[in-house]
């Protein structure tokens, strides 16, 4: 006898979906059921943190609740609390384009890569307003510290790889300064304070020189390579 497909059962079969462009079969992968019940609650999750108290309002049984499922099966996709956090993240950072990021080591001008890298963050952080909720809970959620810090090592990454370019005559010490400084001044706290009254690129036109002093003020020789 076949089992029910009840909403609860996460499959994990993808679909595969065949089309003809002239001459040539293409093949697309449609994402198996579990693929979509899982990125429904994902969505269910962020509803969540978007409404009401933010973090003090979400928990696993929330989110089932908000998506009509039980408890157990929010579990079976996710894992933990943690996976279910992690999943948002990834989401967030997906649809706030902070993957983009990626793109920056391939800029020919530094200097312009580091102009894009502050003005990409600040787009990812006004792309979400539950971005605000993670942010302010992760200091007092483990949990949360992580998932967040996971994300950012994509950012950490590529201001390092700016900071080599820049700053390669200098001693370590330095170029760890700048870091630390640029890393600062992108982050959500920084966006925060200077957002009200004025748009994401209004407040990087504010940061970027920040972050080029940041660099300049550390340089060997006053020049830098590229």
Known sequence: MARGLGLNEPLNYTM??????G????????PSRS???KAYLVNCALDVLRSGRGMGDFSMEAVARAAGVTRLTVYN???????????????????GR????????????AWRALDLLVERFMLFWASDSALAHLTDAAESDPDLADALQDQYRLGRRIIRSIIERVMAGNPERDRQEAEDIIRTL??????RALAPSRTPRQVAALIKPLCR???TMRLADGTAAV
């Open 77 to 95: 996709h996710f894992g933990s609390r943690r996976g279910l956090l992690e999943a948002l993240m990834a989401e967030m950072s997906h649809q």
């Open 35 to 37: 693929e979509k019940k």
């Open 23 to 30: 001459n040539v079969r293409v093949r697309v992968n449609e």
């Open 16 to 21: 595969c979906i065949f089309f003809q462009v």
């Open 186 to 191: 992108v982050l959500f706290p920084t966006y």
């Open 213 to 215: 002093s940041a660099i």
């Open 98 to 109: 902070l993957e983009s990021l990626e793109e920056l080591p391939a800029v020919d001008d």
